[in-house]
């Protein structure tokens, strides 16, 4: 698939920072230091409806780890799926009496839109699950064969019990595993599995829903966890830096994904961080499309918001926290985004040298935006108050802004 365009990232005077992050599988900060390449997976939407808020918070943070490694003067492969064909998908076409595969294809455009508008860096390779079935099918097959799979009816599980390490990215006990997996696409009451928790690697084709060949698996489509580990491994292979996506992937998906690829390849783990970002939430729950209550970036954009406000936004919460979206904090956004460019719109300033190393200090210890904020913020009120005359310092901070942030001043 075709990802959306990049907007230009400035180069910054010095260099930054090595990325420190927080690691939900060792439940601890680690510092990255990737090669001169550094690798990420990061999650993408199941495209049935579009892009709320919530996503927008977790590609922001994802984001944000880019600019930092690009700031080092690393290139960074970044991959990303889309699911574009899953059990939700499906259930919402066949309620709106729609083509699945429309639904998807407009909810995907509306997804690189938007992406586009808020200027999130686009990944390098942006992966359809349905186009990856060529390559999912081998590695069912060779789990089956490993012994690590096993067929109930015609569908293929893993099991869970083949993996020494299961239980390692999440850290869960069984029975926050058992509920969080009835809620997340598992189906741990089913008759017949090994173990309740054994995931779906292959769904045997069903009457009335697409199906592809699936060679000596037979028709069907793949399972939600081994569409990322296909595409992870194909075009990162093993221990990339990290798979990220927002905290109520750790279990299963992460989990499950983090065990095939164990037993696929004999290592552990298939990231070396493992990054989650919070869930927002809209009137006191978390906002899910499954609920309803959703804030759509493009609804906001419609509505006249300008992007660079929406992503001083998401900016303005740390990234592992939990937060509610409310007027306010669009609010505060908008008027941040004002004094802000009134700021960097004066022909001179004050010295801005230091405002450069603090914000990568900010951003490097584990993406702390709002720390970031309020470094700008600083420069801002001494620039409004006081008269300069440093020429470069309005254009270094606009800079600085736009390369580490990803907000047009
Ligand atoms: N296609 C799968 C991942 S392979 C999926 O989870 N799609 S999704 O559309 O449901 O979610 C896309 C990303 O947004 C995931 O990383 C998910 O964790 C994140 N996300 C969903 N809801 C929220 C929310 N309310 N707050 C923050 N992040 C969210
Ligand atoms: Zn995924």
Known sequence: MHAWPASEVPALPGKGRDLQIHDTATQGTITLAPGPVARIYVCGITPYDATHIGHAATYNAFDLVQRVWLDTKRQVVYVQNVTDVDDPLLERALRDNQDWTELAERETALFREDMTALRMLPPQHYIGAVEAIPGIVPLVERLRDAGAAYELDGDVYFSVESDPNFGKVSNLDAEAMRLLSAERGGDPD????????????????????????????????????????????????????????????????????????????????????????????????????????????????????????????????????????????????????????????????????????????????????????????????????????????????????????????
Request: hydrophobic share 45%; aromatic share 6%; charged share 25%.
């Open 190 to 409: 089913r008759a017949g599995k090994k173990n309740p928790l054994d995931p779906m690697l292959w769904m045997a084709a069903r009457p009335g829903e697409p199906s592809w060949d699936g060679g000596s698996l037979g028709r069907g489509r793949p399972g939600w966890h081994i569409e990322c580990v296909a595409i992870a491994l194909d075009h990162l292979g093993m221990t990339f830096d990290i798979q990220g996506g927002g905290s109520d992937l750790a279990f299963p998906h992460h989990e499950m994904g983090a065990s095939h690829a164990q037993v696929l390849t004999g290592e552990f783990p298939m990231a070396k961080a493992y990054v989650h970002a919070g869930m927002v939430a809209l009137h006191g729950e978390k906002m899910s499309k499954s609920k309803g209550n959703l804030v759509f970036v493009s609804a906001l954009r419609r509505a006249g918001v300008d992007p660079a406000a929406i992503r001083l936004a998401l900016l303005s919460h740390h990234y592992r926290a939990d937060w509610e979206w409310t007027d306010e904090v669009l609010a505060e956004a908008v008027a941040r985004l004002e004094r802000w460019r009134a700021a960097v719109s004066r022909p001179d300033g004050i010295p801005a040298d230091d405002l450069v190393e603090e914000v990568r200090g900010a951003l490097s210890d584990d993406l702390n935006a709002p720390a970031a904020l309020a470094v700008v913020d600083r420069w801002v009120e001494r620039q409004i108050a006081t008269d300069g005359d440093d020429e470069s310092a309005p254009g270094l901070v606009s800079r600085t802004v736009d390369a580490l942030l990803g907000v047009a001043l």
